[in-house]
C-alpha cells in the first residue's frame, strides 16, 4: 500500500470513529463451584471395624498402582491435563498445543506497546519473540470470527452455495450494536460473500448465518468451536457465541488465541481471507453493491516497518476487551509471524502496538 503523504498517526487518531461494541461491564474469569461437604453421622463400633479394614485394602491398592506406576511421566511432566466442559461434563485428557518455546533472546514487554497483553511469535522457528502477559484471560471480541471461519470453512465444501439471510438473525444483532456486513432480510446470500463479509467488515449478520448454514444453530456450531479449540490442546479457551459479544465465559489468551491464529494459516481458504483486503458483493435487489474493507488493513497505510510485512489481521472491540489486533506477516528474511494483542486504549493503539512489534522485535539480537 502507498503511504498517504503529510499525514501521521496522530491524523489518524484525530479523524478516528471508533468501533461499536458491548455494553456489558463486569469482567470476571469463571469460578469452577465447589462440592458441598457431607454431614457427619455416628457410626456403631462393628461399622468401623468395617471400614477399617476396607481402608486396609485401598491401602494396599494405591501401593500396588504406584509401583507400577513407577517410572512413568505424571502428567505435569508429559504435557496433559485434565479440563471440564461448561455443561460439568468430563473431558477426557488432551495434550497441551505446542506453544512456540520461549527463548533467552525472549523479550517481555513493558511499557514499549499500549495493550496490556500481546504474544510476537516466529511461527517458522516455533519461538517466542516478544510477549506481555501472554498466558493471562482475555476477551477476544470479534477476533474470535478467525475460529468461527476456520471450523466453518473446515464444515462447507460448496462456497457457491446460498443461505437466506433472516429478521431473526439480523433484527438481535443490531439491537446489540454488532458490526454488520450489510447483508438483507430474505437476502439468499452466497456463502462465499458471507466468509469475506465476516473476516473483512466483521459482519455478525454473516457470522451468525455461516454457523445456522453448518449446524443448525449458533449454539450447536459453538460446540464445534470448543471442540477445535479442545482438539488443538487449548485449555484456557471457551466460546459461547461466533461473533464475539461479550460475555464472561468467552475466553481465550494471547497464547492460546495465537496458536488458533497459526492453525488457520494453514487452511488455504482461511489464509486468502485472512490476507485479503478489499472485496465486493454485487448490487442486487436487496442492496447497492458492498464494498468490504479489512477492519485491520483500512487502518494501514504504508507504514509497515522495513524487516517486516503486515499481510492481514483482524480486528476487535468490545467495551470489555478493549482494542485487540491478530495479524499475519512475514519477515524480510520469509519467516512467518503471528502477532496477537489485547485490551489496548484506543482503536489505532493496536496497529501502533503491531508496527512496534514487528519493527523492533522480528530479528532478535544473537
Not at 498517526?9 to 461499536?20: I, M, T
Not at 491435563?81 to 533467552?104: C, L, R, W, Y
Not at 439491537?175 to 439468499?188: C, D, H, L, Q
Request: a neutral charge; aromatic letters at 8%.
Amino acid at each position: 500500500m502507498s503511504a498517504v503523504p503529510n499525514m501521521d498517526y496522530n491524523d489518524f487518531l484525530n479523524n478516528y470513529s471508533p468501533d461499536r461494541g458491548s455494553n456489558d461491564t463486569e469482567a470476571n474469569k469463571p469460578q469452577r463451584p465447589t462440592a458441598p461437604k457431607r454431614p457427619k453421622r455416628h457410626l456403631r463400633g462393628w461399622v468401623k471395624v468395617a471400614l477399617a479394614v476396607i481402608a486396609l485394602g485401598v491401602v494396599a491398592v494405591i501401593i500396588a498402582v504406584s509401583v507400577s506406576n513407577c517410572g512413568q511421566p505424571n502428567n505435569a511432566q508429559n504435557g496433559t491435563q485434565s479440563v471440564a466442559s461448561n455443561t460439568g461434563e468430563h473431558i477426557p485428557t488432551v495434550t497441551k498445543p505446542q506453544f512456540a518455546e520461549v527463548k533467552d533472546t525472549t523479550v517481555t514487554l513493558g511499557g514499549q506497546i499500549d495493550s496490556k497483553y500481546a504474544v510476537l511469535i516466529d511461527v517458522s522457528n516455533n519461538a517466542v519473540l516478544a510477549q506481555k502477559n501472554a498466558d493471562e484471560i482475555i476477551y477476544p471480541a470479534s477476533l474470535t470470527k478467525i475460529m468461527t471461519l476456520l471450523v466453518a470453512a473446515e464444515n462447507i465444501k460448496d462456497l457457491n452455495a446460498t443461505f437466506t439471510m433472516t429478521s431473526a438473525i439480523i433484527d438481535p444483532l443490531y439491537r446489540e450494536n454488532a458490526a454488520m456486513a450489510g447483508f438483507m432480510p430474505n437476502e439468499p446470500c452466497n456463502i462465499r460473500d458471507m466468509f469475506y463479509g465476516s473476516m473483512l467488515e466483521s459482519g455478525a449478520e454473516a457470522t451468525v448465518g455461516l454457523a445456522i448454514y453448518v449446524s443448525g444453530s449458533e449454539e450447536k456450531f459453538v460446540e464445534l468451536m470448543n471442540s477445535k479449540a479442545r482438539a488443538l490442546g487449548l485449555t484456557k479457551t471457551h466460546f459461547t457465541n461466533t461473533t464475539g459479544l461479550h460475555n464472561k465465559q468467552h475466553y481465550t489468551t494471547c497464547n492460546e488465541f495465537a496458536v488458533i491464529v497459526a492453525t488457520a494459516m494453514k487452511n488455504d481458504f482461511v489464509k486468502t481471507l485472512l490476507t485479503t483486503e478489499r472485496y465486493k458483493v454485487a448490487k442486487n435487489s436487496y442492496h447497492d453493491e458492498l464494498n468490504f474493507h479489512s477492519t485491520c488493513m483500512s487502518r494501514m497505510y504504508g507504514t509497515e516497518p522495513e524487516v517486516a510485512t503486515i499481510l492481514g489481521g483482524k480486528t476487535g472491540f468490545t467495551s470489555n476487551s478493549g482494542n485487540c489486533l491478530a495479524t499475519v506477516g512475514i519477515t524480510d528474511d520469509g519467516r512467518d509471524i503471528v502477532c496477537v494483542t489485547a485490551a489496548a486504549e484506543g482503536t489505532y493503539k493496536p496497529i501502533y502496538d503491531a508496527i512496534e512489534l514487528y519493527k523492533t522485535y522480528t530479528h532478535p539480537a544473537k
